[in-house]
């Protein structure tokens, strides 16, 4: 079955940054676009951008265009989303999910979350 | 690019229907019937409960419905069951290949 296992949680200092992985398995890690979607505590769903595994092409929101940088090694089939010069703000769940053009392109599988707290 | 604009909360009792609405624009939910509603319990990761508007993935039951009209989707709850009580979430695509994410719904079983 199609699974997206993402990284543990991360404690980080402001004005660190942190890297967060997405390892897909069950499927073709290259036929499917992976989005980023955060959710501070409490709150609802933001989304962040895209990278198609396949060409490595990407799109940044543009709340995160200079800080977000998301990229991916298919021989891991595995994405990362880093992000960098945390703030309080950047508090939140970050999931990764996949896109498939058969349910017209939302997001049809999430992993379960990684937790980044940004605390001094 | 704003947040779609969902009712904070709706409540209902079981058996009763509810609708919850998702308000955009032509740049995203107006535009496109790429719209897609989510389910989200506390802790957990969303699940897709209708994409395309109005379409259940395999596993969803009937009693979730979709529909749109102009620039605002709605997602409909028939015969509310206790196991509905969840956050929801719309989420549209937009101009510029980007997507966006309605604000929530908190529905209550009363």
């Known amino acids: 079955q199609v699974q997206l296992v993402q990284s543990g949680a991360e404690v980080k200092k402001p004005g660190a940054s942190v890297k967060v992985s997405c390892k897909g398995s069950g499927y073709t890690f290259t036929g499917f676009y992976l989005h980023w979607v955060r959710q501070a505590p409490g709150q609802g769903l933001e989304w962040m951008g895209w990278i198609n595994p396949d060409s490595d092409d990407t799109q940044v929101g543009e709340n995160f265009q200079g800080r977000v940088t998301m990229t991916r090694d298919t021989s891991i089939n595995t994405a990362y989303m880093e992000m960098t010069r945390l703030t309080s703000d950047d508090t939140a769940v970050y999931y990764c999910a996949r896109v498939d053009l058969v349910v017209g392109w939302s997001f049809d599988a999430w992993g379960q979350g990684s937790l980044i707290t940004v605390s001094s | 690019q704003s947040a779609l604009t969902q009712p904070a909360s709706v409540s209902g009792s079981p058996g009763q229907s509810i609708t919850i609405s998702c308000t955009g624009t032509?740049?995203?939910?107006?535009?496109?019937?790429?719209v897609s509603w989510y389910q989200q319990f506390p802790g957990k990761a969303p699940k897709l409960i209708l994409y395309?508007?109005?379409n259940r993935p395999s596993g969803v039951p009937h009693r979730f419905s979709g529909s749109k009209s102009g620039n605002t989707a709605s997602l409909t709850i028939s015969g509310l069951q206790a196991e509905d009580e969840a956050d929801y979430y719309c989420?549209?695509?937009?101009?510029?290949?980007?997507?966006?994410f309605g604000t929530g719904t908190k529905v209550t079983v009363l």
């Open positions: 032509s740049s995203d939910v107006g535009g496109y019937n790429y």
């Open positions: 989420s549209s695509y937009t101009t510029s290949s980007s997507r966006v």
């Open positions: 395309e508007v109005r």
